[in-house]
Structures are given as structure tokens and as C-alpha cells.
């Protein structure tokens, strides 16, 4: 099976940017949709954002789109998520996500392993 450990997350000030990392272990992800997700006080678990196997397809959520940009890098069973133009709307905890069979990659029930989570805070 396989483990996904988040990090990246932090404080910071409205505007800025931050970068988010998910590393797998337990065995590669090059066959798996790599997905992030994040859960926010009183919220839904929210897609944010997913790749395909190649990273040759994306997919966001409309609030983040423009701003937010996912990657991978199988070799290094990695997937990262860059955030700019961060808002408070964006403050939640993150989660890192991965499924080998996906008919939506926008729902969370469709994936199969998950992160522990890294904490993203966006002040005013």
C-alpha cells in the first residue's frame, strides 16, 4: 500500500505564496491519480486539485484555479502543489491523496490513501 506524508504548509500573509510537497512511500505512485484535498473549520472536505498518472491532465477546483498549480514527479514519488495569491478562504488543512481507479477525480471518496495532513494558515 502506500503512505503519503504532506508538508509545506505554514503561516502566511494574505497575497503571499506557499508550496505544498507529498511524498509516498510503501511503493510508487507513477501508476496512481494524485489528488489534493483540504478541510477547512466548519467545511466540507473541498477538492482542490488532481493529476493523472503522466501529469499530462489537470484538474481544480474554480476557486483555485489560476492560482494553484499541481505537479509531479514520479521519479521521485513526489507531488507538489504551488499556491499563490493566497487568500483566508484558503486556510484549511491539506491532504495529499492517491487512487489507482478514479471515475471522478474531484471526489474524495474515489481515493484509496491519504496524508495526515499539513496545516495552511492565510492571515488578513
Known amino acids: 500500500q502506500v503512505q503519503l506524508v504532506e508538508s509545506g504548509g505554514g503561516l502566511v500573509q494574505a497575497g503571499g505564496s506557499l508550496s505544498l510537497s507529498c511524498v509516498a512511500t510503501?511503493?510508487?505512485?507513477?501508476?496512481?491519480?494524485m489528488g489534493w484535498f483540504r478541510h477547512a473549520p466548519g467545511m466540507e472536505r473541498e477538492f482542490v486539485a488532481a493529476i493523472s498518472w503522466s501529469g499530462t491532465k489537470t484538474y481544480y477546483t474554480d476557486s483555485v484555479k489560476g492560482r494553484f498549480t499541481i505537479s509531479r514527479d514520479n521519479a521521485e514519488n513526489t507531488v507538489y502543489m504551488q499556491m499563490s495569491t493566497l487568500a483566508p478562504e484558503d486556510t484549511a488543512v491539506y491532504y495529499c491523496?492517491?487512487?489507482?481507479?478514479?471515475?471522478?477525480?474531484?471526489?474524495?471518496?474515489?481515493?484509496?490513501?491519504w496524508g495526515q495532513g499539513t496545516q495552511v494558515t492565510v492571515s488578513s
Open positions: 491523496a492517491a487512487t489507482r481507479s478514479v471515475n471522478s477525480p474531484s471526489a474524495w471518496s474515489e481515493y484509496d490513501y
Open positions: 510503501g511503493r510508487t505512485i507513477s501508476r496512481h491519480v
